[in-house]
């Protein structure tokens, strides 16, 4: 009935005027072309932006400031591991954010702007923000904060001058020394420390890189509950240190993979002339100029590669001060 009623519309227009079809024709013709180009113009700019410039960002998952280096898997942005991740290790809740960070297109663009569209509304405008403290809390992370140095160099000062700057401010904060010197694996490494026992080099390296895995999770849970933990000396030491004995460096490497990647790395230089001076330098099974020299050096190559910062002790003391 309605498409009788349509073609007897039809016919009774074309009998007023027998050209209108031709006209209305030519007309959305015209306006295809004029449409066109800005069209193609808008797609091809679009294109261009996305695989120039947004997707080096991961355009709705990450923003510039993230850091590949620096930030590991529980940065404050929505991360869900680096780009070769594979299907099977991501969860399924994650599964629509693995798979935006493949999508080329524009319409991956669109897709992306509107989760952070309504991300955005659902966050500022729900009945959440009414008591704003507990959605903070339960939105903010921890830190991962590493000092790294030779022995002696005032490593330990600044982890106490750092968390103490922190705690002031209200920041949860959690200190956390390597080798622990805690439990069998620390006790154990504090008599090869003090040269009370000998091991291989190999077995050593393991054994340092064992205690830090005994507490890895320990530090995980710390920074997904918004809690700051501040470390004296982390995994690259370990490298450091087993390299100066004549390891192979990529070896010493293997042991620490996964561990959790700190936000910042403050490297403590100092001299290794200059640790002479300090109270009870020599005491333990380290505390040599030219072994701390290698040391330094092997630091020095970690630092070209991961670090995000490299300073003297005394400029961050005054700094923190």
């Given at each position: 009935?309605?498409n009788?009623?349509i073609?007897?519309?039809?016919?009774y227009?074309q009998?007023?005027d027998?050209t209108?079809?031709k006209?209305v024709?030519r007309?959305i013709?015209?306006?295809?072309i004029?449409?066109?180009?800005?069209?193609?113009?808008?797609?091809?700019?679009?294109?261009?932006?996305w695989?120039?410039?947004l997707?080096k960002?991961d355009?709705g998952l990450l923003?510039k400031?993230?850091?590949?280096?620096?930030?590991g898997?529980?940065?404050?942005?929505?991360?869900y591991?680096?780009?070769?991740?594979?299907?099977?290790d991501?969860?399924?809740?994650d599964f629509?954010a693995?798979?935006?960070?493949?999508?080329?297109?524009?319409?991956?663009i669109?897709?992306?702007?509107?989760?952070g569209?309504?991300s955005?509304?659902y966050?500022?405008?729900s009945?959440?923000?009414a008591?704003?403290?507990?959605?903070?809390?339960?939105?903010?992370?921890g830190?991962?904060i590493?000092?790294?140095g030779l022995?002696r160099?005032?490593?330990?000062t600044?982890?106490?001058?750092?968390s103490?700057?922190?705690?002031?401010?209200?920041f949860?904060?959690?200190?956390m020394?390597?080798?622990?010197?805690?439990?069998?694996?620390?006790?154990m490494?504090?008599q090869?420390?003090?040269?009370k026992?000998e091991?291989?080099?190999?077995?050593?390296h393991?054994?340092f890189?064992?205690?830090?895995?005994?507490?890895?999770?320990?530090?995980e849970n710390?920074?997904?509950c918004?809690?700051?933990?501040?470390?004296?000396?982390?995994?690259?030491?370990?490298?450091?240190f087993?390299?100066a004995?004549?390891?192979d460096?990529?070896?010493?490497?293997?042991?620490d993979?996964?561990l959790?990647?700190?936000?910042?790395v403050?490297?403590?230089?100092?001299?290794p002339e200059?640790?002479?001076?300090r109270?009870?330098?020599g005491v333990?099974?380290?505390?040599?100029?030219?072994?701390?020299?290698?040391?330094?050096h092997?630091?020095?190559r970690l630092?070209?590669?991961?670090?995000?910062?490299?300073?003297?002790?005394?400029v961050?003391?005054?700094?923190i001060?």
């Amino acid at each position: 009935m309605i498409n009788s009623i349509i073609e007897w519309q039809n016919r009774y227009i074309q009998r007023l005027d027998p050209t209108i079809v031709k006209r209305v024709d030519r007309y959305i013709d015209a306006v295809k072309i004029l449409t066109l180009i800005p069209q193609r113009m808008v797609l091809n700019a679009s294109e261009k932006i996305w695989k120039n410039y947004l997707r080096k960002a991961d355009f709705g998952l990450l923003p510039k400031e993230y850091n590949k280096k620096i930030h590991g898997p529980y940065c404050p942005w929505r991360y869900y591991g680096k780009k070769d991740t594979n299907i099977f290790d991501v969860k399924l809740a994650d599964f629509s954010a693995w798979m935006s960070r493949r999508d080329t297109s524009p319409r991956g663009i669109m897709a992306a702007m509107s989760r952070g569209y309504y991300s955005w509304i659902y966050h500022w405008f729900s009945p959440r923000v009414a008591n704003a403290a507990p959605f903070l809390m339960e939105n903010c992370r921890g830190a991962l904060i590493v000092f790294e140095g030779l022995d002696r160099s005032g490593k330990t000062t600044q982890v106490r001058l750092l968390s103490n700057f922190l705690q002031c401010h209200a920041f949860p904060v959690v200190t956390m020394r390597f080798p622990t010197r805690a439990g069998v694996i620390g006790e154990m490494l504090d008599q090869y420390l003090n040269k009370k026992v000998e091991m291989e080099n190999h077995v050593a390296h393991l054994l340092f890189s064992a205690d830090r895995w005994a507490v890895h999770s320990e530090i995980e849970n710390n920074i997904k509950c918004g809690t700051t933990v501040i470390v004296d000396r982390y995994l690259f030491s370990g490298i450091a240190f087993s390299a100066a004995k004549g390891l192979d460096f990529d070896w010493c490497m293997n042991a620490d993979r996964g561990l959790p990647q700190p936000d910042v790395v403050f490297f403590v230089d100092v001299k290794p002339e200059t640790l002479k001076t300090r109270g009870e330098f020599g005491v333990e099974r380290f505390d040599d100029e030219e072994f701390q020299r290698s040391v330094r050096h092997n630091y020095q190559r970690l630092t070209d590669k991961y670090w995000q910062v490299c300073i003297y002790e005394l400029v961050f003391r005054e700094f923190i001060q």
